[in-house]
């Protein structure tokens, strides 16, 4: 082990627990943790602030701190750092996730790491990320529940994984453990939908944020 085997995790957790989505919420005079679903996430930022355009940015930043930690340990860092190897890769992944999901800057209380998922795996496995976005969004125009096509893309991408990257293990394990912790995340989300009462995506909701 090296001191990058644990600078890429930490600094992927460090990227990871920005709150982006929070941050946006409250330049634009708004606290998206106590309006909507309160969820500091980029789909209750769209709700809440009611701008398609401060809703895109967020989700673009949460995707981004997913996916430059896991490219700068993938491919290192403009000859400053060294790449590291795929486990550590997957590691900085997880990390990534974790500090979205559990952001020490508000309190360990965060997104639910949908966004963050799609930035790591768009550099640790392209063809895995597809097939989910491609669940999510079928799910999405049938059903209009963000949280539902949530759901549907972290159960897609288990058996998609293990297809689409017979011989990595690292990635195999991370997929599997980030797909979990989203179906954790979406519990009350899952309840609501099981009763009838998850609202569908629109400017003015709550719902999966």
Known sequence: MTVYDVAYPAAGFLMGSIPWSYIIGRLNGVDIR?????????TNLFRVCGSRKAG????????????VP????????LGLAPPAGEWTASAT?????LGHVYSPWLGFRGGKGVATTMGALVILSPFTILAGIAVFTL?????????LGSISAAVAMVP???????????????????????????KSNMVK????????FSTGGGGSG
């Open 56 to 67: 895109l940015f967020g989700l673009l930043l949460d995707v981004l701190k997913g996916a």
């Open 93 to 97: 992944a997880i990390c990534a996730v």
């Open 139 to 147: 799910v999405l125009l049938l059903t209009r529940y963000v949280s």
């Open 193 to 200: 939908l099981l009763h009838g009462r998850e609202n569908r």
């Open 34 to 42: 106590s309006s909507g679903s309160g969820n500091v996430g980029a």
């Open 70 to 77: 896991v490219l700068a340990a993938s491919e290192g860092i």
């Open 160 to 186: 998609s994984v293990f297809i689409l990257e017979p011989e990595s293990t690292p990635v195999r394990i991370i997929i599997c453990v980030v797909a979990a912790l989203i179906l954790v995340r979406h």
